[in-house]
C-alpha cells in the first residue's frame, strides 16, 4: 500500500516562513514527479509547485521567488519552503505524487491527506 504522509504547516504571520515535507511509503518502483497543491476554502485546488526526478521544477506564478521545491529522490521525499507568506497563502496544502507501484506498470495518482497553512496579517 502507497502512501503519502505530510507534515508540517501552521499558524504563521505574514511575512514569515514554514516547511512543508511529504514522504512516499510502500512499494513503490518508480516516482513520475511528485508536486504540492493547495485549496483554499471555496477555491479550487491549484498547483503550487512540482518537481520531476530530474530536478526540473515549475511554480505557480503567484509563489515564484518566495516558495521553493525540493526532493530527494533516495528518501522519496519532497519539501516546500514557503518564505515571505502571504494570508492570500492560506489554504490546505496537499503533497500529490504520479508513481508506478511495484507489480504495476500502470501510472498513479497518489494523495496525501493534507495540512493547514494559516496566514495573519
Known amino acids: 500500500q502507497v502512501r503519502l504522509v505530510e507534515s508540517g504547516g501552521g499558524l504563521v504571520q505574514a511575512g514569515g516562513s514554514l516547511r512543508l515535507s511529504c514522504a512516499a511509503s510502500?512499494?513503490?518502483?518508480?516516482?513520475?514527479?511528485m508536486d504540492w497543491y493547495r485549496q483554499a476554502p471555496g477555491k479550487q485546488r491549484e498547483l503550487v509547485a512540482s518537481?520531476?526526478?530530474?530536478?526540473?521544477?515549475n511554480y505557480a506564478d503567484s509563489v515564484k521567488g518566495r516558495f521553493t521545491i525540493s526532493r530527494d529522490n533516495a528518501k522519496n521525499t519532497v519539501t516546500l519552503q514557503l518564505n515571505s507568506l502571504k494570508p492570500e497563502d492560506t489554504a490546505v496544502y496537499y503533497c500529490?505524487?504520479?508513481?508506478?507501484?511495484?507489480?504495476?506498470?500502470?501510472?498513479?495518482?497518489?494523495w496525501g491527506q493534507g495540512t493547514q497553512v494559516t496566514v495573519s496579517s
Open positions: 510502500g512499494r513503490i518502483f518508480r516516482i513520475n514527479y
Open positions: 518537481t520531476t526526478g530530474g530536478g526540473s521544477t
Open positions: 500529490h505524487a504520479q508513481l508506478v507501484a511495484v507489480g504495476t506498470f500502470i501510472p498513479t495518482d497518489y
